[in-house]
């Protein structure tokens, strides 16, 4: 908030007064400048430019970074913002008391912003890292971070508004309407300018650490020059050294930071995922970590951050998604997700398949499928078939410019509910486009997440399925032994993953929950235990759930 500057009626002193005034002696006239008042004060705007900038990519990083640790990006943003935003207005009423030292303020605000949201990033993942499988209080240990942070970094952008206001006015007295206009038109440029950078220079080239430490030290390095280099003389000397000897201070820890960022990541890694990392990758939209495969360790595919699969478990989830839905006619199969190419390798084990269309939103991830000596190994080399065809996509484009029926059989082989990406692609428009795209007596089979632990996301699942004009069977499949992660949020430890997984079969007409009896036999699934899955989801039915939808999502 700003304190309100009424115009000054004609021959009136201005507010910082003569001697005794509140900038003390000799502080009766505008500010000594090394420069021109005009080149003063575009300088000073020059300066609101940057420091709204760098504002908001701290922000935006909060936001990412939480929402790749923690899940559910709806939720991070709302709390980063409204936390950041009520800060402010505490920073701004706060920083009142320091207009008198309007300079030594700015700079002193400026020099710990700069440490605190540069750092940000770093120690964010570092409670994450080495602190998130303790269990307890531990476990939330990112939330709490999350929050203090954003306060943290709210005050400091809040007060820097009032500060700013004052150094505007010392060079050059303007009506307060006038001024406002000024800083403020900085300001939003500022923040535009901040806002496309994160994610199309600083996040791509350089990463969420260097970026974060590198935006760090651009503030730092504005905020000094800017008391240092036009408002010294409002400084003694003893405040100039302490401003300067901060600024170092801060700039050597983000400079050590930066050059120490690929180390402690791989650090980090290893205390997520564990020692045997084998490949870490981060493609256009997630970070992609294979482990194990190597010395008779199984291997494990993690999505940014999640244990995607497990190769001790993952054909018992595999075998229950795709082989109930290929009884009848399955010559045309559409995958919607499952890039790692494991789905598709249940279904071509079908020898009258004639045609399996994979729609994969990451290309980077199919690329890693067909080429990992481990993974396209355990996918039986799908992505060598003839038949298989790959489409790069969002998989509801993709539906909604399918041919109407043009499918025997559709998977949808997408990310939890939960998730706040994936939501569309559990709405009652995406599924009405599914229905289009089956063939007379096609079906369409869903993963929709554990169900032990997640009832009500389940069985939502399911009413939206009815609503879009299909008929249902639910079914759930207990994991094994390893598990992997089904729900929200982030978990790659073992003691988080899943311990069951949750299919929904649909089709015009009740499909019937069964095995092909001409078909292959799965290892992990017979007559008798998916006909014990049917009952053991039927026991958990949520009733009179309403139908999740584009415009009101339910999970």
């Not at 602190?131 to 005050?155: K, Q």
Request: hydrophobic share 45%.
């Amino acid at each position: 908030m700003i304190e309100p500057h009424a115009p000054a009626p004609p021959g009136s002193p201005p507010p910082w007064g003569g001697p005794g005034g509140p900038l003390g002696p000799g502080a009766g006239a505008p500010a000594p400048l090394p420069v021109r008042p005009g080149t003063g004060r575009f300088l000073v705007l020059a300066g609101v430019f940057v420091c709204a900038a760098c504002g908001l990519v701290y922000e935006l990083e909060l936001v990412a970074l939480a929402s790749y640790l923690i899940g559910d990006s709806v939720t991070q943003a709302s709390v980063v913002l409204s936390v950041m935003v009520f800060a402010m207005g505490v920073g701004s009423l706060a920083a009142k008391r320091l207009r008198r030292f309007a300079a030594a303020g700015f700079g002193a605000v400026e020099a710990v912003l700069a440490l605190v949201g540069g750092s940000s990033a770093m120690v964010l993942y570092a409670v994450f890292a080495w602190t998130g499988d303790w269990g307890g209080l531990w476990a939330d240990g990112p939330r709490f971070l999350l929050v203090a942070f954003s306060l943290a970094i709210g005050l400091l952008i809040g007060a820097e508004v009032p500060l700013l206001m004052e150094l505007i006015q010392r060079i050059r007295r303007q009506d307060a309407g006038g001024a406002v206009a000024d800083l403020f038109a900085a300001d939003y440029v500022g923040a535009l300018v901040g806002g496309l950078a994160f994610p199309f220079v600083l996040l791509p080239f350089l990463g969420q650490l260097t970026g974060a430490l590198l935006t760090g030290t651009v503030n730092a390095v504005v905020g000094a020059a800017l008391v240092l280099g036009l408002f010294r003389r409002d400084l003694s000397r003893r405040a100039r050294w302490l401003l300067l000897s901060a600024n170092a201070v801060v700039l050597a820890v983000l400079a050590t930071a930066t050059v120490l960022a690929d180390d402690f990541e791989r650090a980090a890694r290893h205390a997520v995922y564990g020692q045997d990392v084998r490949v870490a990758v981060q493609t256009d939209v997630q970070e992609v970590v294979l482990t194990g495969d190597t010395d008779g360790r199984p291997l494990g595919l993690f999505l940014d951050g999640r244990l995607r699969v497990g190769a001790g478990d993952e054909r018992r989830y595999h075998e229950a998604l795709v082989h109930p839905a290929m009884t009848g006619r399955h010559a045309r199969v559409l995958i919607l997700g499952g890039g790692d190419g494991l789905a598709a390798r249940e279904v071509l084990r079908h020898p009258d398949v004639r045609r399996v269309d994979i729609v994969e939103f990451d290309p980077g991830l199919a690329r890693l499928a067909r080429h990992d000596p481990g993974l396209s190994e355990l996918n039986d080399h799908a992505y060598g078939d003839p038949r298989v065809r790959l489409t790069p996509a969002d998989a509801f484009a993709r539906l909604r410019t399918a041919p109407p029926a043009s499918y025997d059989v559709v998977i949808s082989d997408l990310p939890d509910p939960g998730i706040t990406a994936s939501t569309k692609l559990y709405s009652q428009e995406f599924y009405g486009l599914a229905r289009r795209a089956l063939a007379p007596g096609g079906r369409l089979v869903v993963h929709a997440g554990p169900v032990s632990s997640r009832p009500r996301a389940f069985w939502t699942v399911e009413s939206t399925l009815r609503a879009a004009g299909l008929r249902t069977a639910a079914y759930r499949v207990r994991a094994g032994t390893d598990g992997f992660a089904a729900g929200p949020d982030r978990a790659a430890g073992p003691s988080h993953a899943s311990r069951d997984w949750g299919f929904v079969l649909a089709a015009r007409r009740p499909p019937a929950l069964a095995l092909d009896p001409s078909g292959p036999r799965p290892h992990t699934l017979t007559p008798a235990t998916l006909r014990a899955a049917a009952r053991s989801a039927t026991h958990t039915h949520v009733p009179a759930l309403p139908a999740s939808t584009l415009l009101h999502p339910r999970y």
